[in-house]
């Protein structure tokens, strides 16, 4: 199975931080965010990978190379400018293949598991479930979730289950791009809510460590907690 990091964002909330650094190779307990991710997909047996980029890419590129030095291999899909999320993806895939693949947002951190994403990805297919979701309690910061887990982990968008927030980490299936162009800038809300509509996007809830990188004081926060003696 592949997975694709997102890396291309311009991370304008993190600035002046990311006016020389793309926010993915922002560090926070003395490695880049990115790194936790390869590691984590790499302890789960992922090692095919995919990398957009965007803003300082080629930083991106420099830092992480062929992707060896984690035991891993990286493909890179540059854009000239940030295709959002399901735009990023549909360049991305001719790299990402015709099989389910998961994908994680560069920005955030979390001590998923990985290897149960995997499993679920392996349970999507065209003309079924399309995409499955992790999703966390509601931060402060977002105190009105984006979606609804059912009790049998479908997810929905018509105010029922227990409205949660995604956490930026997902499985999809090729066919929930069909029809988008590979140049063209689209957002995933829009695509998972047409899916969620017709019942074929599931879900499972994730409790533990979970953070959206996305102002430097959540920065600054997760470097002091992934730096203390217990973490």
């Given at each position: 199975?592949k997975?694709?990091?997102?890396?291309?964002g311009?991370?304008e909330r993190m600035?002046?931080?990311?006016?020389?650094c793309?926010?993915?190779?922002?560090?926070?307990g003395?490695?880049?965010l990115i790194?936790?991710?390869?590691e984590?997909?790499?302890a789960?047996g992922i090692?095919?990978l995919?990398?957009?980029?965007?803003?300082?890419g080629q930083m991106i590129?420099?830092a992480l190379?062929?992707?060896s030095?984690?035991?891993v291999?990286?493909r890179?899909?540059?854009?000239?400018?940030?295709?959002e999320?399901?735009?990023?993806i549909?360049?991305?895939?001719?790299?990402l293949g015709?099989a389910?693949f998961?994908?994680?947002?560069g920005?955030?951190?979390?001590?998923a598991?990985i290897?149960?994403?995997?499993?679920?990805?392996?349970?999507?297919?065209?003309?079924?479930p399309?995409?499955h979701?992790?999703?966390?309690?509601?931060?402060?910061?977002?105190?009105?979730g984006?979606?609804?887990?059912?009790?049998?982990?479908?997810?929905?968008?018509?105010?029922?289950?227990?409205?949660?927030?995604?956490?930026?980490?997902g499985?999809y299936?090729?066919a929930?791009?069909?029809?988008l162009?590979?140049?063209?800038a689209a957002?995933l809300?829009?695509?998972l809510?047409a899916a969620?509509?017709?019942?074929?996007v599931?879900?499972?809830?994730?409790d533990g460590?979970w953070v959206?990188v996305g102002t430097?004081?959540r920065l600054a926060e997760l470097?002091?907690s992934l730096?203390?003696?217990s973490?």
């Amino acid at each position: 199975m592949k997975a694709m990091i997102l890396a291309a964002g311009r991370g304008e909330r993190m600035r002046p931080l990311t006016d020389t650094c793309p926010k993915p190779l922002l560090a926070a307990g003395g490695k880049p965010l990115i790194a936790w991710h390869i590691e984590r997909l790499a302890a789960a047996g992922i090692v095919e990978l995919v990398i957009n980029h965007a803003h300082l890419g080629q930083m991106i590129e420099a830092a992480l190379g062929d992707g060896s030095a984690f035991g891993v291999r990286i493909r890179y899909s540059p854009e000239g400018s940030a295709l959002e999320t399901a735009g990023g993806i549909a360049r991305a895939l001719p790299l990402l293949g015709d099989a389910p693949f998961i994908v994680i947002n560069g920005d955030v951190f979390a001590d998923a598991d990985i290897a149960a994403l995997r499993t679920a990805a392996t349970g999507l297919a065209a003309g079924g479930p399309l995409a499955h979701l992790l999703l966390v309690p509601n931060p402060a910061h977002h105190p009105a979730g984006d979606f609804g887990l059912l009790p049998n982990g479908q997810v929905c968008d018509d105010g029922t289950g227990e409205r949660l927030t995604f956490a930026g980490l997902g499985a999809y299936h090729p066919a929930l791009f069909a029809g988008l162009a590979p140049d063209q800038a689209a957002k995933l809300a829009p695509l998972l809510r047409a899916a969620m509509a017709a019942g074929h996007v599931t879900g499972a809830r994730h409790d533990g460590r979970w953070v959206d990188v996305g102002t430097p004081q959540r920065l600054a926060e997760l470097d002091e907690s992934l730096r203390a003696p217990s973490s």
